[in-house]
């Protein structure tokens, strides 16, 4: 086998594994968003801050079903771009999680929010881990893909 039927056969359709994340991620996100956005504008009568919180909950399951779509419409291989885009999804949602509940736990100052601190903390440092672990995959793909003059 060649460089070229290597190269080649990496760049076949997705697999079955595959479609499945990414559908999963499509309804998953436009579901969610779905469900929030009707709750928002069922509720008018809501604080600021809640508002806020819906709004970020609807762009982040729109920004979910976005990259379903995305990667669904690809129908090749991606060399692990689709799992650094996901994480770095995960890192700003987890972000965005973690800047919530420290302004809570700042606010009200029970035990309950701070355990949701740590909570958060722990699932922001999984998303970095896993956002480090994609982008090496990633590198290394694509190191192997030069290598083979791709």
Same mark, same amino acid.
């Given at each position: 086998?060649?460089?070229?039927?290597?190269?080649?056969?990496?760049?076949?359709?997705?697999?079955?594994?595959?479609?499945?994340?990414?559908?999963?991620?499509?309804?998953?996100?436009?579901?969610?968003?779905?469900?929030?956005?009707?709750?928002?504008?069922?509720?008018?009568?809501?604080?600021?801050?809640?508002?806020? /919180?819906?709004?970020?909950? =609807? $762009?982040? +399951? #729109?920004?979910? %079903? *976005?990259?379903?779509?995305? @990667?669904?419409? !690809?129908? &090749?291989?991606?060399?692990?771009?689709?799992?650094?885009?996901? /994480?770095?999804?995960?890192? =700003? $949602?987890? +972000? #965005?999680?973690? %800047? *919530?509940?420290?302004?809570? @736990?700042?606010? !009200?100052? &029970?035990?309950?929010?701070?355990?949701?601190?740590?909570?958060?903390?722990?699932?922001?440092?999984? $998303?970095?881990?896993?956002?480090?672990?994609?982008?090496?995959?990633? @590198?290394?793909?694509?190191?192997?893909?030069?290598?083979?003059?791709?």
């Amino acid at each position: 086998m060649n460089p070229d039927d290597l190269i080649g056969k990496l760049s076949g359709p997705l697999s079955l594994r595959s479609r499945i994340g990414n559908v999963v991620a499509l309804l998953g996100g436009l579901g969610g968003a779905l469900f929030i956005g009707l709750l928002w504008a069922t509720e008018p009568a809501l604080p600021g801050r809640t508002h806020l /919180a819906f709004g970020v909950l =609807v $762009a982040l +399951g #729109l920004a979910w %079903a *976005g990259y379903g779509v995305w @990667a669904l419409t !690809r129908r &090749t291989p991606l060399f692990a771009l689709d799992r650094v885009i996901a /994480a770095w999804l995960a890192v =700003v $949602a987890t +972000g #965005l999680l973690t %800047a *919530g509940t420290i302004a809570v @736990a700042v606010a !009200r100052g &029970t035990w309950v929010s701070t355990a949701g601190v740590l909570v958060a903390v722990t699932l922001a440092v999984l $998303a970095v881990v896993i956002l480090i672990r994609a982008r090496a995959a990633r @590198a290394a793909l694509l190191r192997r893909k030069g290598e083979l003059g791709g």
